[in-house]
């Protein structure tokens, strides 16, 4: 490693230590060499190696620390970024899976704001919600959605974003949703490895009431805390991560309505350091 880089790395690890929180944007995986080369077997292993990847670059990256050192730290790589132009806008989707890591619900508006600034857009076309894991035996109730729901019912009354949607609700699950919200969810992910076919009364309620049925391959958890701590610790060599904790993983597509094909993908990332 050269001077030049080695300079990088000390520097980003000087603010890594001082820093609370973290926000990292992987940029336009479409467009990253690096991550071309390797195809991940799951969902996991890509969000792990984009972030290994962009914390590498962004920590070989010289930056003369600043006298004040930052609490919050934007870790992006700017020519990665995947800024959409106006003029360009109608011509392209913006579809968004936010993985909550945390019950904190101003995550998620914190993600929107973030996704929206990114990608230089005033509003999301959809954004589906994948609540935080539960304990083992515990099951998936009404009252665990609504908090969430209900902030992003906000979000679609400020216009930041179109349309809502949830992820691996069943049939019962999914009226009780509909018949209580305000703003109707327009879509629910099924994992297909849990049910190689869609239950037919899933089918039929969801067609009586317009509700578009997507598949996925998404693991319960995106990523656990240890595996995040490791591809951090993998970027940064000797940083102590221990106290970092993930809270939340916005996962973006970037659609060219007129022939379907993804223009952009990319995540985006928030990770804070636990209070002593």
Same mark, same amino acid.
């Given at each position: 490693?050269?001077?030049?880089?080695?300079?990088?790395?000390?520097t980003?690890?000087?603010?890594?230590?001082?820093?609370?929180?973290?926000?990292?944007?992987?940029?336009?995986?479409?467009?990253?060499?690096?991550?071309?080369?390797k195809?991940?077997?799951?969902p996991?292993?890509?969000?792990?190696?984009?972030i290994?990847?962009?914390?590498?670059?962004w920590?070989?990256?010289?930056?003369?620390?600043?006298?004040?050192?930052?609490?919050?730290?934007?870790?992006?790589?700017?020519?990665?970024?995947?800024?959409?132009?106006?003029?360009?806008?109608e011509?392209?989707?913006?579809?968004?899976?936010l993985?909550?890591?945390e019950?904190?619900?101003?995550?998620?508006?914190?993600?929107v704001?973030?996704?929206c600034?990114?990608l230089?857009?005033?509003?999301?076309? &959809?954004?589906? =919600? *994948?609540?935080? !894991?539960?304990p083992?035996g $515990?099951?998936?109730? +009404?009252?665990? @959605?609504?908090?969430a729901?209900?902030?992003?019912?906000?979000?679609?009354? &400020?216009?930041q =974003? *179109?349309a809502? !949607?949830t992820?691996?609700? $069943?049939?019962?699950? +999914?009226?009780? @949703?509909?018949?209580?919200?305000?703003?109707?969810?327009?879509?629910n992910?099924?994992?297909?490895?849990s049910?190689?076919?869609?239950?037919?009364?899933?089918?039929?309620f969801?067609?009586?009431?317009?509700?578009?049925?997507?598949?996925h391959?998404?693991?319960?958890?995106?990523?656990t805390?240890?595996t995040f701590q490791?591809?951090v610790?993998?970027?940064?060599?000797?940083l102590?991560?221990?106290?970092?904790?993930?809270?939340?993983v916005?996962?973006?597509?970037i659609i060219?309505?007129?022939?379907?094909i993804?223009?952009?993908?990319?995540?985006?990332?928030?990770a804070?350091?636990?209070?002593?």
């Open positions: 490693m050269d001077s030049q880089n080695t300079d990088g790395s000390g980003a690890k000087t603010l890594l230590n001082h820093a609370q929180s973290l926000k990292l944007h992987t940029g336009n995986l479409v467009n990253r060499s690096r991550l071309k080369k195809c991940p077997s799951s996991s292993e890509e969000l792990q190696d984009c290994r990847a962009t914390l590498s670059d920590c070989s990256t010289t930056r003369p620390p600043p006298e004040d050192l930052p609490d919050t730290l934007d870790c992006s790589i700017p020519q990665e970024t995947d800024a959409i132009t106006p003029e360009e806008r011509e392209l989707k913006v579809s968004v899976k993985f909550l890591c019950s904190d619900q101003s995550s998620i508006r914190d993600a704001t973030m996704a600034q990114t230089a857009v005033s509003q999301l076309d &959809s954004v589906i =919600i *994948a609540p935080p !894991g539960l083992e $515990d099951s998936q109730t +009404l009252a665990h @959605l609504q908090p729901w209900e902030e992003l019912e906000a979000l679609v009354r &400020s216009q =974003i *179109a809502i !949607g992820s691996d609700l $069943d049939k019962d699950l +999914l009226e009780q @949703l509909y018949n209580w919200a305000q703003v109707k969810p327009s879509s992910q099924v994992n297909l490895a049910c190689c076919v869609m239950p037919p009364d899933l089918t039929a969801a067609k009586e009431f317009d509700i578009q049925l997507l598949t391959n998404d693991p319960k958890e995106l990523m805390a240890a490791e591809a610790q993998e970027s940064t060599r000797d102590n991560v221990a106290d970092w904790r993930l809270e939340w916005l996962r973006y597509s060219v309505k007129s022939r379907g993804i223009k952009a993908k990319g995540y985006l990332v928030n804070r350091k636990a209070r002593p």
